[in-house]
């Protein structure tokens, strides 16, 4: 009951602890977190993945982060990418 607070924050899996918590248990993941970041290693949350594609992993707070700047500075840089390359059609057309 300590983490619904945060399951609810982050929209992981820490629920599993209250219902099923061997299936943690036997995976290695410490009380308060219900994964192990697929990035560096530490404990962290199963979530869905902070982008557009229909992925669940696992990340700590702070990869979790990168992973969603990452998505974001890409979303930002293809259509930034593409107005460039118009700009310099039409002007050297």
Request: hydrophobic content about 35%; glycine content about 12%; aromatic content about 10%.
């Amino acid at each position: 009951m300590e983490y619904r607070h945060m399951e609810n924050e982050r929209g992981c899996y820490c629920g599993l602890w209250q219902t099923n918590p061997a299936t943690l248990t036997e995976q290695g993941v410490p009380p308060g977190f219900c994964g192990i970041c697929e990035r560096c290693g530490q404990p962290g949350h199963t979530r869905h993945f902070p982008g557009p594609v229909p992925v669940t992993g696992s990340w700590c707070d702070r990869c979790y982060g990168i992973v969603a700047w990452q998505g974001r500075a890409l979303r930002l840089a293809i259509p930034a990418a593409v107005l460039i390359i118009a700009v310099i059609y039409l002007l050297l057309r």
